[in-house]
C-alpha cells in the first residue's frame, strides 16, 4: 500500500495467482475447450482475413513478390509462436499478452500491452466484418441477380488520395447485422461458441482448397514477371514493397495471440495452448501460401488494386463462369463469420482478465451464471466493433491492426528471458524455446520491427493518439484501483 511510482508501475502479478484452475463459482469462467477447437479457434481468427481481404491492399505494393510478404510475416511470427508456447506453458490465463506482461516485465506495461490488444482486436473484427460486406454482396448477385444498395453497404468516412471524406447518409449495413449475429453467439456460451467456429473453419479450408485447384487451372507463369513491384507513383518498389505488403498482412496472423486468449477456458492449458498455437500456425501458414501462389498465377498483378471479392472474381475469369464464384463468396462468407466471432471473442476475453486485475471497471468481468459467458462485457465491444464497422472504410484499419499485433509480439519476446532470469532454472519442466531465452526472442524482436518501418506516418500517429489516452487512463484509474495496490 505504500509502494513508490517506480513500484507500482513494476510490480508483477505472481504466477501462481495467474495460473488458476476452473472455479466452480459462476463468477468464473469454465474450461470447457478442448485442443482440436481451439486449433480451429487459432486458425478461424487468421485465415480469412490475409487471404480474403488484404491481397487487394498487399499485392499493389509488392506485386507478385507478395509471397515473400506473407513468408516473411509467417517466419516472425513463427518466432513469437515459439515465445507464447513457453509463456503459454507457464502462464495458463485468459488474457494473452497481457497475462505474459503482467506475470513478467510488470503492471504499466502490461497496461499498455492491453491497449494494444484492443486496438488489435476490435479493429481486426471491424475491418474482416466489413470486408464480409463484399463477397455477401458477390453472393446475393451470382446467385439472386440481388446489389446491396451502394448507400447501405458503404461507410460514411471514406479513406480517398485527396484525404478524408463524409458521405453524408450513408451506412455499411451488412458489417452491423454480422457483429450482431456473432454477438447472439457469444452470449449463448463459449462450448457452443467454440463448437460453431470449428466447423466453420472446415467449411472455409475446403473452399480455400477448392479455390487453388480451379485457380492453378488457369496458371500462367508470366504473371510472375517483374517479379518485384515497379515504381507505382508511390515509391515502393522492390523490397520496401515486401515489407510494406508483409507489415500490412502482418496482423491476419493475430490468431497466435487468439489461441492464448482462450488460456482460462481450456481443458489441460499446459498442454494444449502450445501445441495449439504451433498447430494454428502451420495450418494457416500452408493456405496462405497455397492460395497466394495460385492467385498470383491466375492474375496480373495489377488488376487486384481496388478488386472488391477478389478472389471470387479469379475464380470467374478463370473458369468463365459464375458458379465457382458463387460457391467462393458462399464460403467466404461463412468462414469471415468464423473470423469475426473469434476476434470479438478474443477482445472480451481480454477485457475480462483487465478488469478482473482492477485495472478497468468491474462490469467487464461479470459472468452470466447460465452460459458462463460474460454477457455485458460482449455487448459493449460489439457495440463498438458495429458502429465502427458500419461508419469507417476499411483502409484507415489494416495497418492499426497490425501495428497492435507487432506491439504485442515484441512485449512477449520481451517476456520470455525476463520469465527465465525469474526462475532462475527452478522453473517446472515443459515447452521452452531453443538456443536458450535471447536468441530466438531476440530474432522475433527484430523481426517485428522491421516489418513496422513498413507502416505508415498516419499509422504511428493515431497509434501515438491512443496510446497516450491509454496512459491517461491508467494513471487516473488502473493504478489506484488495481488488485495488487488494494491487496492487504
Known amino acids: 500500500m505504500n509502494q ?3 513500484q507500482k508501475l513494476t510490480r508483477t502479478k505472481p504466477v501462481n495467482n ?3 484452475t476452473a472455479p466452480s463459482s459462476s463468477n468464473g469462467l469454465h474450461r470447457s475447450i478442448g485442443l482440436f477447437p481451439l486449433t480451429m479457434i487459432g486458425v478461424g481468427a487468421t485465415i480469412g482475413t490475409g487471404i480474403f481481404f488484404t491481397m487487394v491492399e498487399a499485392v499493389p505494393k509488392a506485386g507478385p513478390s507478395v509471397i515473400l510478404s506473407f513468408l516473411f510475416a509467417a517466419i516472425t ?3 513469437t ?5 513457453e509463456l503459454s506453458f507457464r502462464i495458463p490465463a485468459s488474457g494473452s499478452s497481457y497475462s505474459f ?10 497496461f499498455i500491452m492491453a491497449a494494444c490488444l484492443l486496438l488489435e482486436y476490435g479493429l481486426a473484427a471491424s475491418a474482416t ?9 458477390n453472393f446475393l448477385n451470382n446467385a439472386f441477380g440481388v446489389h446491396i444498395p451502394e448507400m447501405l453497404r458503404s ?3 471514406v479513406s480517398t488520395p485527396k484525404g478524408i471524406e463524409f458521405h453524408g447518409g450513408h451506412i455499411n449495413l451488412p458489417p452491423i447485422l454480422l457483429v450482431g449475429l456473432c454477438c447472439l453467439l457469444l452470449i449463448r456460451g463459449t462450448k457452443e461458441s467454440a463448437t460453431t467456429n470449428a466447423i466453420m473453419v472446415m467449411i472455409k479450408l475446403a473452399i480455400l482448397i477448392f479455390f487453388v485447384v480451379i485457380a492453378f487451372s488457369g496458371f500462367d507463369i508470366n504473371n510472375f514477371h517483374p517479379f518485384f513491384s515497379p515504381d507505382n507513383g508511390v515509391h515502393i518498389t522492390g523490397m520496401t514493397g ?3 505488403a508483409a507489415a500490412t498482412v502482418f496482423f491476419s496472423f493475430i490468431g497466435l495471440d487468439t489461441v492464448a486468449t482462450a488460456g482460462e477456458e481450456v481443458r489441460d492449458p499446459k498442454r494444449n495452448v502450445p501445441i495449439g498455437i504451433l498447430a494454428a500456425l502451420g495450418i494457416v501458414t500452408l493456405f496462405y501460401l497455397l492460395v497466394a501462389v495460385a492467385a498470383m498465377g491466375a492474375q496480373p498483378a495489377y488488376k487486384f488494386a481496388g478488386q472488391e471479392a477478389g478472389l471470387a472474381v479469379i475464380l470467374q475469369n478463370v473458369t468463365g463462369k459464375t458458379w465457382p464464384a458463387l460457391v467462393l463468396s458462399a464460403g467466404a462468407v461463412i468462414s469471415v463469420f468464423s473470423v469475426t466471432l473469434v476476434t470479438i471473442y478474443g477482445q472480451t476475453r481480454i477485457l475480462y482478465a483487465i478488469s478482473k486485475d482492477g485495472l478497468i471497471s468491474k462490469s467487464f468481468q461479470k459472468v452470466n451464471a447460465r452460459t458462463a459467458s460474460p454477457v455485458q462485457n460482449t455487448l459493449i465491444v460489439c457495440i463498438v466493433v458495429g458502429l465502427v464497422a458500419g461508419f469507417v472504410d476499411a483502409t484507415f484499419l489494416w495497418d492499426m491492426v497490425s501495428m497492435g499485433t507487432l506491439t504485442a509480439f515484441i512485449v512477449v519476446s520481451l517476456a520470455v528471458p525476463v520469465m527465465r532470469r525469474k526462475e532462475n532454472g527452478t522453473g517446472t519442466k515443459g515447452f521452452r524455446v531453443p538456443f536458450g531465452p535471447y536468441v530466438v526472442p531476440g530474432l522475433s524482436i527484430a523481426a517485428c520491427l522491421y516489418l513496422m518501418f513498413g507502416l505508415s506516418l498516419t499509422t504511428y500517429t493515431i497509434f501515438i493518439i491512443w496510446m497516450s489516452a491509454a496512459i491517461l487512463t491508467y494513471f487516473l484509474y488502473g493504478m489506484r484501483n488495481s488488485r495488487l495496490n488494494t491487496a492487504k
Do not use: H, K, Q, R
Request: glycine fraction near 8%; charge should be negative.
Open 4 to 6: 513508490t511510482l517506480v
Open 129 to 137: 466484418a466489413i470486408g464480409w460486406s463484399d463477397y455477401l454482396n
Open 81 to 85: 509462436a515459439l515465445c507464447y508456447a
Open 77 to 79: 511470427a513463427g518466432l
Open 155 to 157: 461507410p460514411m468516412i
Open 242 to 244: 515486401v515489407t510494406a
Open 101 to 110: 506482461a503482467y506475470a513478467t516485465v510488470g503492471e504499466f506495461l502490461a
Open 18 to 20: 495467474t495460473v488458476e
